[in-house]
Each structure stands twice: as C-alpha cells, then as structure tokens.
C-alpha cells in the first residue's frame, strides 16, 4: 500500500473514532437528561423537538446550579401543612376557592424554597422545579389546569386538582434531598 493510502484509511479511522466518540457522548447525555428530568423530559420533547428540548434542558441544569434553593426550617413545614388542612377543609364548602388556595401554598412553598418567581416565567420556573422534582411538576400543571376549566364536572375536576397539588406540596415539604 502506498503512504497516501495509508494516510487516507488513518484518516477515515479517525473520522469514524470521532463519530463514535460523538454518538457515545450524545447517548450518554440524551439518557442522563431523561433520568434527571423524568417525565419533564418527554413533554419538553413533544413541546419543541429533541433538540431544543435537550438544550433547554442542558441549560436549565446550568442555571439551577445559580438558583439558591434552601431547606425549610420545621417550623415552615409545619406552618404550610396546617394551610394545607384549612384549604382542604374549606373544600365543602368552597371548592373553586379550595384549589385556588393550595396552587397559593404551593407557589409559595416554591418562593421561600427559593425557585424564581413564576411572572418571570412560568415555565422556566417548572424546569427548574424538574431539576429535583420530575415526577411533581406534570402533577402541578394537571392542577393548575383543572384550576382553570370550566364547565361540566367542574367539582371533580378541582378535587383532582387538590390531590395534585397535595402531591406536589408533600413533595417539596420532604425533607430535602437538594441538601443531601
């Protein structure tokens, strides 16, 4: 073989070494990004595409590193678990009200935690809530949007909201696994 064949077969080696490499690299992250965000992943990914999703994604997990999420204290779980029972009490009676009050409680459980305000932007704020909570957030958009219905089954409908946001409240309330 003459020296311009070999250099010609090192060099297509070379490509297909960093095309592996590269395929590897992307797989490795692809399956990371699913395992870190959960279910948060694949709506991301039916939402913008894969790629947009995963550069989303990617870029949510460098900014919640940013993001001061604190630990609360005893006395604040405590505080929020008694307004969660008078929320679900006033359920009977008011339920549109009931619901309206524990998506309060839990956006407010978000604040003191330490998650960025919701009016800065309301999605940013849930990928970043995914960063340690997957399996909450689909749970507190379901809510939020059984919040807003209208129409027949209304009733039904804000009890399931309660029930998600119960899930997602007990969730954040754990103690924190951010801190270990």
Excluded: C
């Amino acid at each position: 073989m003459e020296t311009w064949e070999w250099i010609v077969l090192a060099a297509g080696l070379a490509a297909l070494l960093v095309l592996f490499i590269a395929l590897v690299t992307i797989r490795r992250r692809r399956a990371h990004l699913k395992e870190r965000f959960g279910p948060e992943y694949d709506r991301a990914v039916s939402d913008v595409g894969l790629g947009s999703a995963e550069k989303r994604l990617t870029q949510a997990e460098r900014e919640y590193e940013d993001v001061r999420i604190r630990p609360l204290p005893t006395a604040a779980r405590e505080r929020y678990l008694e307004e969660w029972r008078q929320a679900e009490a006033r359920f009977v009676a008011d339920p549109g009200d009931a619901a309206r009050l524990a998506e309060r409680l839990v956006e407010r459980v978000l604040e003191e935690r330490g998650y960025p305000t919701a009016e800065d932007d309301p999605d940013r704020r849930l990928t970043l809530v995914a960063v340690d909570h997957p399996d909450v957030v689909e749970r507190y958009r379901h809510g939020r949007a059984m919040v807003d219905g209208e129409g027949e089954g209304r009733t039904e409908n804000l009890r399931k909201a309660m029930i998600d946001f119960r899930t997602v409240l007990e969730d954040l309330l754990e103690e924190d696994r951010t801190a270990a």
